[in-house]
């Protein structure tokens, strides 16, 4: 069993970066974090690279879309030299639409974009991954959640990133899953809050305050459950779609509880 690395996803602090993206880097660097996750960045290698290098900060993997129906291969080709010039060792795909999880055909589709994408990323020396949100385990397929029947059709060469906060919305249990899937999940996403019912697939209007997200630990998600139940994954990624307070005394919650369990 490998202890995961300790990263950050900085979509957490958004509005932070867009305000004073060098103060907020600072700020991150301060409670001791080594390692972000990035988004956002295939406009801006070379300007982000340099923002991070300052701070003490690296990027080893980062979300950006690759799993497009209408994405031709420039893009991917351009989205992967993004990525490399950041350093970055996998790009993880962050959301597939719920329609495109109704049925078979769409969800084939889907798998079959993510292993035609980790085949350019391999010319790149990068992988590529999903990222889960909980409108893929609503749906069922030949009696799998649409998650695990599109995960079977997926190659091993295309790495899975579980939210276990989406994961485990609308009463799913992301221990077990993380069980099933074994060393295929190469990094998690730590993010602790009120289990909801899966808000994507409804189409209904949806609040992100419903989450009531909180710092690892403090919610009603088995953060170290999951964190036990995954021996393979290479990083542990704290994250918050939303937080009621100030975000960055959520994310230094998050980091010290993580830091109690030995992932540094």
Known sequence: MSTPQLSLQLYSVRDALRADEDGTLARLAATGLRNVEVFDFVNRPEELAEALGRHGLTARTGHAGIAAPDQGRDALERTFAAAKTLGLETVYEPMVHADRWADAEHITHTAKLL???????????????????????????????????????????????????????????????LGRLGDRVTALHIKDGAVID???????????????????????????????????AAYAIVEFD??????????AGSVAHLREKGIV
């Open 198 to 232: 899966d808000p994507f697939t409804t189409g209904a209007p949806f609040d992100i305050a419903q989450t009531r997200q909180v710092s690892a630990g403090q919610g009603e998600i088995p953060v170290d459950a999951a964190l036990a139940a995954a021996p393979n």
């Open 242 to 251: 939303t937080y009621a307070g100030d975000i960055f005394e959520g994310i």
């Open 115 to 177: 292993n035609d994408a980790a085949t350019i990323a391999a010319d790149h020396g990068l992988r590529v991954g999903y990222h889960n949100h909980s409108q893929e385990f609503t749906p069922t397929v030949d009696g799998l959640s649409a998650y695990e029947w599109f995960v079977a059709r997926l190659d091993d060469t295309v790495d899975l990133e579980l939210d276990v906060y989406w994961a485990s919305a609308g009463g799913n249990d992301a221990v077990a899953l």
